[in-house]
């Protein structure tokens, strides 16, 4: 019998599959279809403190607009009772959530300022949720900022968060750090629990017709899995930090991929969205099928054995223009390309 | 203002200067009587404040602060606590961050509010005339007071005896509102006259100069080569009235033209307006006197670029900023205003058509406008149906008359009058010439025949009756008289002003409001769908019925506006409407427009009978399948955003439903376009 269990943020785990944060995890119903189709734990969705402030901000403008101004008519909608304008809607998913399902949830977070992400991590570690995640998105375009100081920027709200709250906690990153070891290291000293391989950023596209900003949401593929699988591979051994890989997961391929370099877990959305979540069944079946041909006994067996501290040719990691590779390119058949 | 002030009182200014330099701005008026009564003056700029803290264009917070800050009706400090706890029990149910901005406005304006050192010097200008001397006298007088805010002062006698008060007044109101206007860029603009089209106040205006017409123009009046084949050698310019628009930039949402090397500017664009003030005011006058297009080169009014070049009507009224019915309005203005009778029911459209002290419904150059009246929320119909039958008796006794006249007046002048073709602008012009000629024979006929006829005569020139007013009135309070008139079947146009809620008194649920959508009476979300007036008005078959959205499609509103009037019975124009009531940003009014079509759930459509003559199908579905799902447009406006913040599961069951029965509405529209007998299909009981 192979063993699938895995561990993550010290959550003992049924397997290394784990939905990351989606619309999927909206609702309780969603929720249940992922336990029931095999998740180990579940990423809810991100709680945005944008959002929340923005909801906020627009209610109050909608409400107050052209009041006051004409005595015929003082206002314009009637004001209900309550609103469910903060993070009260998160907090009661995850209260249900507790109550009726049973695989581990870990809440997502997502912010800016240091005042509302330690207010919103203690409400959610206090709804029950059994870790949380915190999303650092943010794209640097101060110039008179260096990357030392938004580093520490981070690191003081990553330490106020951990101050406050018991349950683990893990840092959603992103790629584009210029020494990533070394602040994977100064997480470490802060106590961070785990680390997810990488934040997936929309970016902004161009409508040529309309010549106007875009944002579209782009599924990831397997060719995406090479980035975090690379920085898996170079971190695992060197943190004490759990690892989640979180781009480019669709296949139980990938799923072992992400196992062999060192992750605890790897973590899906783009497939389980497109192809529902009932692939998560089928991955598990083929994870554990591959496992049998290959004869592993467990994923705890096969946890970093491709790593950089594993592999005989470790330089290949390391690389990042590959003459070999470069050298070996050959482009398909065209009359223009003098090949 | 001061007027009423004690000596010694504290006056509190809301003025984007300093404490040092405001008083060099004041009146000279002003700063005599402040310095006649020792007034204390203090000085706070709200907009400011309210900008800096996100507080929009809401200035109450910020200016009860002040009040309270210097008026010592309370200790300070006391009314200063009293006011957030104020601020946290009213806002607190919508979340911190606007209890914080609320805050932050309290302390922000206590910082910035500061006492004027009143300095020994009167070196003001002598405040602006507040209605310029070019006024007619009825405006210079009575109104003028009434603008002042004395009209309890006037006698009587000073106001018509019979209730008629003159037309064309608002013009002389210069309310100087915006902080900003929009400011044309004619080497970007593309001339499609979009701007001019949903400008809820008239304000800004196209026009086609000839060439030599401009000699004179004062220095820096834009014009540009006119984009149209016919008229090679005219010059086209958008000139703005700086001091009557509001501000509201649905004319800069609307423009298409984008400036190639900056896309955050387009052909019309926000300027700051006190700066541009005196010479907007030069340029506006000048764009007012500047000749037309002489008659013979007049251009065809199927087209949105074209009709917009036509002077509206209907300006400047006291409509909300960015309204969403008096672009429909006003269009009635621009392609029948000086012809059209118009029957106005009471709501919006009669307090900003005809509220006191002046008047929106203007003339054209020849002094001639729309005649317009407001009657009562039952009866508008019956009203306007009124008009009708009195312009048909009078065309059948000026006719008789005419006939009886003839060798008098002419016979082949008669004959011109009986047949003439009033079907285009030309034969209406022809007629009204022969109308002159006739009148000018009765003068000099001293009979009480020729003064009947003289009374009477201008009827024979074709009219164009509007009944019109909001979905109050015509879904619900008047709708058993809409319902008459429409059966009828006399030559009537009935404009509906859809905002889908009793706008003007506050935001009541109306049997036009959609399902899903909170209102006043129904705060838990409306629990049935909104009443199909057009599908009741199509299933009659003789009626020509038309729902519309500028925003959406403005080609298509104004050929159902034509269709409608060119249609020889009654006619049903259902016009969407966006509205303060329905909880958006209302510079985003024309965004809901196309929402609302893209979603479905407002499908643009029209049925006119007189295509059955030609053995076609008289509806025609004119807007596509929906595009966007119904939630998408719903999440976009606070009617239903709220309910989904305040219930979500009553929200969620709502939108479910109006979703599907949506889908079956567009269904059966769909099965109606298809359908060679869609009087029968929409009679179907298939919703």
């Known amino acids: ?339 | 203002m001061l007027a009423s002030a004690t000596e010694g009182a504290i006056v509190l200014l809301n003025s984007p200067y300093s404490p040092e330099e405001v008083w060099d701005q004041l009146p000279l008026h002003f700063q005599q009587i402040v310095h006649k009564k020792k007034l204390k003056l203090f000085v706070v700029d709200a907009y400011a404040v309210a900008k800096e803290t996100g507080m929009g264009g809401r200035m109450n917070t910020i200016l009860q602060t002040c009040f309270f800050a210097i008026s010592k009706v309370l200790p300070a400090d006391t009314a200063i606590a009293a006011i957030k706890k104020a601020i946290k029990k009213t806002y607190g149910k919508r979340g911190e961050a606007v209890v914080q901005k609320n805050i932050a406005a309290v302390d922000a304006s206590l910082a910035r509010l500061k006492e004027v050192q009143i300095p020994d010097r009167t070196n003001g200008k002598p405040a602006p005339a507040l209605i310029s001397d070019a006024a007619p006298e009825f405006v210079r007088t009575t109104l003028r007071q009434i603008i002042a805010e004395e009209g309890d002062l006037l006698p009587v006698s000073a106001l018509p005896a019979d209730g008629t008060f003159p037309s064309a007044t608002s013009q002389w109101e210069k309310r100087g509102l915006a902080l900003q206007v929009p400011v044309w860029d004619p080497e970007v603009c593309i001339q499609c006259g979009k701007c001019v089209m949903v400008c809820p106040h008239a304000t800004i205006r196209s026009k086609i100069i000839p060439k030599d017409a401009v000699a004179n123009a004062p220095e820096g009046f834009l014009t540009t080569k006119a984009k149209w084949k016919e008229i090679p050698d005219s010059l086209f310019t958008i000139q703005v009235a700086v001091e009557d628009c509001t501000g509201c930039t649905l004319c800069v949402e609307v423009c298409p033209a984008k400036n190639r090397s900056q896309t955050n500017r387009k052909a019309i664009n926000m300027e700051e307006m006190p700066p541009i003030r005196e010479q907007g005011r030069k340029y506006w006058d000048f764009f007012l006197d500047a000749p037309d297009l002489p008659e013979s080169q007049h251009l065809p009014l199927n087209l949105v670029r074209n009709i917009q070049t036509r002077r509206p009507l209907f300006e400047f009224s006291g409509a909300c900023a960015g309204c969403g019915e008096t672009p429909y309005v006003k269009l009635v203005s621009q392609i029948y205003g000086d012809r059209a009778l118009i029957a106005n029911a009471t709501g919006c459209s009669s307090i900003y058509g005809g509220n006191l002290p002046t008047t929106p419904w203007a003339k054209n150059a020849d002094g001639r406008g729309p005649a317009w009246s407001n009657s009562l929320f039952e009866d508008n119909a019956e009203f306007g149906f009124g008009m009708r039958i009195t312009l048909n008796q009078h065309i059948v006794h000026a006719t008789r008359l005419l006939k009886v006249m003839q060798e008098q007046l002419g016979v082949d002048l008669i004959a011109g009058i009986l047949a003439a073709d009033q079907s285009n602008d030309h034969g209406i012009a022809a007629q009204r010439t022969r109308i002159v000629q006739l009148k000018e024979k009765l003068q000099k006929i001293n009979t009480p025949q020729a003064k009947d006829l003289f009374s009477i005569a201008d009827n024979l020139v074709k009219k164009s009756v509007w009944i019109m007013g909001g979905d109050g009135w015509a879904y619900d309070i008047g709708y058993g008289g809409l319902d008459h008139v429409l059966a009828q079947g006399l030559n009537v146009n009935i404009l509906v002003l859809d905002t889908q809620v009793y706008s003007n008194t506050g935001g009541q649920s109306s049997k036009a409001t959609p399902l899903g959508a909170v209102a006043k009476f129904a705060a838990s979300g409306k629990r049935t769908g909104r009443k199909d007036i057009g599908l009741m008005a199509i299933s009659y078959g003789n009626i020509y019925v038309a729902q519309v959205a500028m925003g959406a499609d403005d080609a298509h509103t104004l050929r159902a506006f034509q269709e409608a009037e060119a249609y020889e019975g009654p006619s049903l124009i259902i016009a969407y409407s966006h509205c303060i009531a329905h909880g958006i940003i209302m510079e985003h009014g024309l965004k809901h427009q196309k929402m609302a079509v893209q979603s479905g759930a407002w499908p643009l459509y029209r049925y006119n009978p007189a295509l059955k003559d030609q053995g076609k199908n008289p509806f025609t579905l004119d807007s596509k399948a929906p595009t966007i799902p119904l939630k998408e447009y719903m999440q976009e406006e606070g009617r239903f955003r709220i309910l989904a913040q305040g219930n979500p599961e009553a929200s969620r069951m709502l939108t479910e439903r109006a979703q599907a029965e949506n889908e079956q509405k567009l269904h059966l529209f769909q099965r109606m376009a298809a359908s060679a007998t869609a009087v029968e299909a929409a009679a179907q009981p298939t919703i």
């Open chain 1, 1 to 339: 019998m192979t063993d699938l269990s895995t561990s993550y943020l010290g959550l003992k785990l049924a397997n290394p599959i784990v939905p990351s944060a989606s619309p999927l995890s909206r609702n309780i119903v969603n929720l249940k279809r992922l336990e029931d189709s095999g998740a180990a734990a579940v990423v809810l969705y991100s709680l945005f403190e944008e959002q929340i402030n923005y909801d906020s901000q627009l209610l109050g403008e909608i409400l107050d607009q052209g009041t006051q101004t004409f005595a015929e008519s003082l206002s314009y909608l009637p004001d209900m009772q309550d609103y469910n304008v903060g993070p009260n809607q998160y907090l009661e998913l995850i209260h249900k959530a507790k109550k009726e399902i049973h695989i581990p949830i870990i809440a997502s977070l997502n912010g800016s300022t240091l005042g509302n992400w330690v207010d919103y991590s203690e409400k959610i570690a206090a709804a029950g949720a059994d870790a949380l995640e915190l999303n650092i998105y943010r794209i640097v375009a101060n110039p008179n900022l260096s990357s030392l100081e938004a580093e520490k920027q981070y690191l003081d709200i990553i330490a106020a968060v951990k101050n406050k709250i018991r349950i683990p906690v893990s840092v959603k990153l992103s790629p584009f750090f210029t020494s990533l070891p070394q602040f994977i290291r100064d997480l470490s000293t802060r106590d961070v629990d785990g680390m997810v391989l990488f934040n997936r950023f929309y970016q902004a596209d161009i409508n040529l017709e309309e010549m106007e900003i875009v944002h579209r949401v782009n599924y990831s593929t397997s060719a995406d899995l090479l980035l975090p699988l690379r920085w898996a591979a170079l971190l695992h051994g060197q943190t004490p930090l759990d690892i989640a890989i979180s781009s480019g997961v669709h296949t139980h391929e990938d799923v072992l991929k992400s196992i062999l370099v060192g992750a605890n877990v790897a973590m899906m959305a783009s497939e389980l969205l497109v192809n529902g979540v009932s692939r998560i069944t089928t991955i598990l079946r083929d994870l554990e099928k591959w496992m049998t041909e290959h004869e592993f006994e467990s994923i705890s067996q096969m946890r970093g054995s491709m790593s950089i501290r594993s592999v005989k040719d470790p330089e290949k990691y390391e690389r990042a223009q590959y003459l070999r590779v470069l050298d070996s390119y050959k482009p398909p058949y065209s009359p223009s390309f003098a090949g």
